[in-house]
């Protein structure tokens, strides 16, 4: 359910501008469905700039570090690129407070500052002339800036310094730097950091490999990035090298964890470049970060950030490394235009994540992936209005955010998988490489890949295109009948142990030997959702569920705990949503305490506690399950 927010024009400019898409009065008296949509009259690119006006093409940062403060202060210059006649540059900002905004001539510029309309921040208007080459606003921060999260040291695996991330995607980086906010404008960057001096800073740059003297860092990003992928962290951070270049950052107790969990990294590098073409980012490593981190990873270019959550300690849950690293071509190199077409982001990544799997692990690793990948999507459809079922989204005046969820993934990765299919492995892997590098460091709308899928790889191959039905994929709700189904043979297996264990087999009878992560998973997901608190215990006696070291495990396990009120886990429960922020983990969890009174209870209990060390990201999500105020 999302709430309904109504919010007047920021200024008068952007009224006109978007008076098309300015909401009707809803009519909350007569309506039969609920009145859930956030409609704003943002643009449909959720950023209030002009681009096609004047657009940023190289962003300078020069920012102090202030862990007191919780602040970044200093100033951003941006250079531009005036389209001929512009007397406006338009950025947005969110939370940032603006001191002085000068041009390039040295002259104070005239600006303002238009109203905020929530997520989507503030205009920042700046007067410049046609012959304006750069800009530059001294700013500070806000200590609740919520793509940023300073934490104490408590919150750290050292326990000795604070650390600061960032988490920009999809709308975020307006909260940190004043910016054309949209996936639609690209740019290069440089930075310089300056942070206490037993810290390390890195970004989605080039990086350090160890501590300066000096607490100075400087940053350069030469290729062409849209906002999101702007990133930060700050902390007692130390480097591995994992292959040519390839490597990790954490802090230093986690760090040969880490280096032994990521020991494939190089190899799936070589993987993705054997199918897709070189990686263009010149160095791919990773960043380890404090469990409070939202997502379980983003590609951050250059340095991929991480849950710690996912190193279990038999490298069982590295696909998301592999999805990470697939989004150096699809997103990060060949970007989606707007929000609404996200699953060219993450239904190509999730495609290629399987590929490198494949290639790595083998197809019967792969279709596990794809099918577990195909559960949570059917979960999604449980609950999600049809609209959101489409590939193609409406998030017109929406908080991008909410058209996050398994469909763009799975919907799009099955939508491609169709597509091979169809065309035949060899074809479609030739039609693929071609378009990163035919448009590498540019955007992509949904109807020019259709239109590039049809002119290269349909027509020239005779394929009848009727056979895919195209629109139901894009346009569309749930499944189309025509969608590939994986099959995992070895889950067929753990399917049968499932509904002996939930027909009363004693658990030591089951067969489990050599079981992956993924085929207990499996196994937790085949279990009748009320299977019951005993069958729980005599499961848990066997095989120590609550005790298991590995996250996705023991997430799974947990749901099930919770739908059968099995009290035993409950301490372990408790301890899993104080101690880490994946928003993925806490979500469901969160919403199935709230789903009775007393699980209320427990939830807002645990919550008071937990939600301090939680990411901004994950607190809007929980908020909104609790109804907390
Ligand atoms: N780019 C996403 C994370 C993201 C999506 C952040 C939307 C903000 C808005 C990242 O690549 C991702 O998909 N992460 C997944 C892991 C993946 C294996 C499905 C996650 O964090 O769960
Ligand atoms: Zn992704």
């Not at 983003?298 to 038999?314: V, W």
């Not at 089951?510 to 085929?519: A, C, H, V, Y």
Request: charged share 20%.
């Amino acid at each position: 359910m999302k709430k309904l927010l109504m919010v007047a024009c920021a200024f008068a400019l952007a009224c006109q501008q978007t008076t098309k898409e300015m909401p009707t009065t809803t009519d909350t008296t007569t309506a039969t469905t609920p009145v859930t949509e956030q409609r704003v009259s943002v643009p449909p690119s959720h950023s209030w700039s002009r681009p096609e006006e004047a657009a940023v093409e190289h962003l300078t940062l020069d920012l102090g570090v202030d862990f007191t403060k919780k602040q970044l202060a200093g100033k951003a210059t941006l250079r531009i690129r005036n389209s001929g006649s512009a007397n406006k540059l338009v950025l947005d900002t969110r939370d940032l407070t603006i001191s002085r905004v000068t041009r390039d001539d040295g002259t104070a510029a005239n600006y303002r500052v238009g109203d905020v309309q929530g997520t989507f921040g503030a205009p920042l208007e700046i007067d410049i002339t046609p012959q304006t080459k750069s800009v530059t606003i001294e700013y500070v921060s806000s200590p609740n800036a919520a793509a940023l999260q300073w934490l104490e040291p408590p919150q750290t695996a050292g326990k000795k310094h604070p650390f600061l991330l960032s988490q920009s995607q999809s709308i975020l980086a307006r909260t940190w730097v004043p910016i054309q906010d949209t996936p639609s404008v690209r740019f290069t960057y440089d930075a310089t950091l300056r942070v206490p001096k037993e810290l390390m800073a890195v970004m989605s740059a080039s990086n350090p490999t160890a501590k300066s003297t000096d607490g100075v860092y400087k940053f350069s990003m030469p290729q062409p990035i849209p906002s999101y992928l702007l990133a930060i962290s700050v902390g007692d951070l130390a480097f591995r090298s994992l292959g040519r270049n390839t490597g990790v950052y954490a802090e230093p107790s986690v760090v040969e964890r880490a280096a032994s969990e990521f020991a494939d990294t190089q190899k799936m590098v070589t993987a993705a470049e054997e199918l897709y073409g070189p990686y263009r980012w010149g160095r791919y490593d990773m960043l380890v970060l404090p469990p409070s981190f939202p997502f379980g990873g983003m590609e951050n270019p250059r340095l991929t950030f991480l849950t710690p959550t996912m190193i279990a300690g038999d490298r069982s849950l590295v696909s998301l490394i592999a999805h990470e690293l697939a989004h150096s071509w699809s997103g990060n190199l060949v970007t989606n235009a707007a929000w609404n077409d996200f699953w060219l982001n993450e239904g190509f990544t999730t495609y290629i994540e399987r590929r490198i799997s494949e290639k790595l692990y083998g197809k019967d690793h792969a279709e596990m992936l794809w099918t577990l990948g195909l559960k949570e999507l059917r979960d999604d459809f449980e609950t999600l209005p049809d609209a959101d079922e489409h590939l193609v989204l409406n998030l017109n005046g929406r908080d991008p955010d909410e058209g996050a969820t398994q469909v763009p993934y799975e919907k799009g990765a099955l939508f491609l998988r169709l597509i091979e299919q169809t065309a035949g492995r060899d074809k479609f892997d030739a039609f693929l490489r071609k378009y990163f590098d035919d448009h590498a460091f540019q955007t992509m709308t949904t109807d020019r890949f259709i239109q590039l899928l049809r002119e290269r790889l349909l027509v020239p191959n005779r394929i009848d295109e009727t056979a895919l039905q195209m629109s139901a994929w894009l346009h569309g709700p749930g499944l189309p009948p025509n969608a590939p189904l994986p099959k995992s043979e070895a889950f067929v297996t753990v399917e049968a142990q499932a509904k002996a264990a939930a027909s009363g087999a004693a658990p030591s009878m089951l067969q489990t030997t050599g079981w992956t992560t993924q085929e207990w998973l499996h196994f937790l997901h085949s279990l009748p959702k009320d299977i019951g608190a005993e069958k729980m215990a005599q499961l848990d006696q066997q095989f120590a569920f609550t005790k298991s070291g590995n996250n996705e495990i023991l997430a799974a396990w947990l749901e099930l705990a919770v739908d059968n009120r099995y009290e035993a886990a409950y301490p372990a429960l408790e301890q899993f949503l104080t101690s880490q922020g994946r928003r993925k983990f806490l979500k469901p969890l969160y919403t199935k305490l709230a789903a009775t009174p007393e699980g209320l209870e427990r939830a807002k209990q645990i919550y008071a506690k937990a939600r301090p060390t939680y990411h901004s990201v994950s607190v809007q999500t929980i908020d909104e399950i609790l109804k907390w105020q």
